[in-house]
C-alpha cells in the first residue's frame, strides 16, 4: 500500500509536468497483474481456469482531454503517445502504445466518444507472463469510460478488453487474463468457466498470510504476437474438428476442445497425430487438475494445490511444449525448493517468469537457492532475472487518490 501510495504520487506529479493537469481533476485506475495456477493454456478452448491477482499493480494516473485526444505517458516505455479518438492509427509502433489505441476502438464498436484522456501509466514488474498486456487494456478502458461518463460492467470489459488483444493486436488468446484481472477478490480464489463465462469465488480456510506468491522472472521478454501461441491454439482447433468428426458429430467452422467430450477423446486419443495428441491431452489432463485443484483450496490444502500446479507445469512441458529452457529451469528449481508447494510456468509460458505458492517463513531460502541455481543454469542471466513475493488483490478498479 505504502509503495502505491508512493507510485501514485510520481505518477500526479508527471501528469502535472508534462501535461499542465490540474490535481483536482486527476483520477487513477488501479489495475492489478494475474496469475494462473491452473488452468493453463485452456481458455483459448473454453476450458475451465482459475486466478488470482497480485499487489503488484499497474497505475494509471489521467485528466479528460476535451479536444478528443489521448495522449499517454509510461514510466517504463518511450516514445510518449498521442493520437485523437476520431483518427485511431491501425495497430504499429511503438508496441506499448497498440493496447490504448485499441481500447478507443473497441469501445467505439458500441458508443460514440467524445473525450480522450491525458494519462501517465506505470508498472512496477517486470514484464512477461502476468499479464501486464491485460492489465494496462483494462486500465485505459476503465480510464476511457469513466470521462466519457460511459457505464460498463466488468463482463462487458471482459469482452472489450477481448477486442483489444484478438481483433485489434491479433493475438487468439482466450479470456483468463482481463477475466481474472476484473473479477477477483483478494480472499478467494477466482474459478471462470471460459465457455458459459461463469465465475465463482472459490472461499478457502486459508489466511492471505498462510502463503506468498512467488514470482521468479527469467529475464526473457518479448511479445506473444511473435511466439508460437497462435499455433498452439490451431492445433488444438485442428484436434477438436478431428475429434467431433470422428465421433460423428457436427463440426462448426472454429472448433475448440470443449466441444468434445472426454470419452470421445478416450476413444480416439491413439488417433491423433501428434502433436496434436499432446495438445488434447494437455487439454483434458488440465480440466482434471482444475477441477481437483478447486477442492484443495476449497479444504485448505496447499500441498495438494501445490502439486497439481506442479503437475500442470509438467503436462505445460511435454504435452503443451511451451516451455523455453530457461523457464523450464526456473519450473525444476522452485520445484525442488523447500518451502515451495508447488510452481509453473506463468502465462503462455515462452518466457516470463514462473509463478508459485510458497511458505512465508522459506523467502529467504527460496531467493537464495535461486540466486545460485538458476544463473549457474544460464550464466548470461547472470543480472537480467529477479524474484518477488506477492500477495493476493482484488479486482481492476478506479481509486481515490491518496493523500
Ligand atoms: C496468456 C494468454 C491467456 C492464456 C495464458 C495461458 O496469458 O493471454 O489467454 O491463454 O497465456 O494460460
Not at 493537469?21 to 481458455?43: E, Q, S, T, Y
Not at 476511457?144 to 491479433?170: H, K, S
Not at 479470456?175 to 477477483?184: A, F
Request: hydrophobic share 40%.
Amino acid at each position: 500500500m505504502e509503495e502505491n501510495k508512493k507510485q501514485s504520487y510520481e505518477l500526479v506529479a508527471t501528469l502535472q509536468h508534462v501535461f499542465g493537469a490540474d490535481r483536482a481533476n486527476v483520477h487513477l485506475v488501479h489495475a492489478p497483474l494475474r496469475i494462473c495456477p491452473l488452468g493453463a493454456h485452456i481458455d483459448h478452448q473454453l476450458g475451465l481456469v482459475t486466478g488470482m491477482t497480485l499487489d503488484t499493480p499497474i497505475l494509471l494516473a489521467y485528466v479528460p482531454n476535451q479536444e478528443g485526444q489521448v495522449r499517454v505517458h509510461s514510466l517504463n516505455f518511450a516514445p510518449p503517445v498521442a493520437f485523437n479518438i476520431d483518427d485511431v492509427p491501425p495497430k504499429g509502433g511503438p508496441l506499448w502504445a497498440n493496447y490504448v489505441r485499441g481500447a478507443v476502438v473497441s469501445l467505439q464498436q458500441r458508443f460514440t466518444l467524445h473525450y480522450g484522456i491525458d494519462g501517465v501509466i506505470f508498472g512496477e514488474m517486470p514484464i512477461g507472463g502476468l499479464s501486464s498486456s491485460a492489465a494496462v487494456g483494462v486500465a485505459y478502458l476503465l480510464a476511457l469510460e469513466d470521462v466519457n461518463e460511459l457505464v460498463v460492467t466488468p463482463t462487458e470489459n471482459i469482452e472489450f478488453d477481448r477486442y483489444i488483444e484478438n481483433e485489434y493486436i491479433g493475438l487468439n488468446n482466450g479470456i483468463l487474463d482481463q477475466s481474472v484481472i476484473l473479477l477477483s477478490d483478494r480472499r478467494h480464489l477466482t474459478y471462470l468457466d471460459c465457455e458459459s463465462v461463469n465465475v465463482s469465488r472459490i472461499p478457502s480456510p486459508l489466511d492471505e498470510d498462510d502463503f506468498d506468491i512467488v514470482v521468479a522472472f527469467s529475464g526473457l521478454t518479448r511479445s506473444l504476437v511473435n511466439t508460437d501461441y497462435n499455433q498452439r491454439v490451431s492445433q488444438c482447433q485442428t484436434a477438436a474438428g478431428m475429434l467431433l468428426e470422428w465421433a460423428g458429430q457436427p463440426v462448426p467452422p472454429s472448433p475448440v476442445l470443449r466441444m468434445v467430450a472426454p470419452e470421445i477423446f478416450g476413444d480416439y486419443e491413439d488417433r491423433l497425430p501428434e502433436p496434436l495428441g499432446k495438445r488434447a491431452r494437455h487439454f483434458f489432463t488440465e480440466m482434471a487438475r482444475v477441477r481437483l485443484g478447486v477442492t484443495s483450496w476449497e479444504t485448505g490444502e496447499l500441498a495438494a494445490f501445490g502439486q497439481l500446479m506442479a503437475e500442470s507445469g509438467h503436462s505445460s512441458i511435454v504435452n503443451y511444449e511451451c516451455g523455453s529452457p530457461h523457464l523450464i529451469s526456473l519450473y525444476e528449481i522452485l520445484n525442488d525448493c523447500p518451502g515451495v508447494y508447488g510452481a509453473r510456468f506463468s502465462g503462455a509460458g515462452f518466457r516470463g517468469c514462473c509463478i508459485g505458492l510458497s511458505d512465508p517463513a522459506h523467502r529467504e531460502v527460496i531467493v537464495e537457492t535461486i540466486e545460485r541455481d538458476y544463473p549457474a543454469r544460464h550464466p548470461e542471466m547472470q543480472d537480467q532475472f529477479s524474484v518477488y513475493f506477492c500477495k493476493p488483490d482484488g479486482s481492476a478498479q478506479r481509486v481515490p487518490l491518496l493523500e
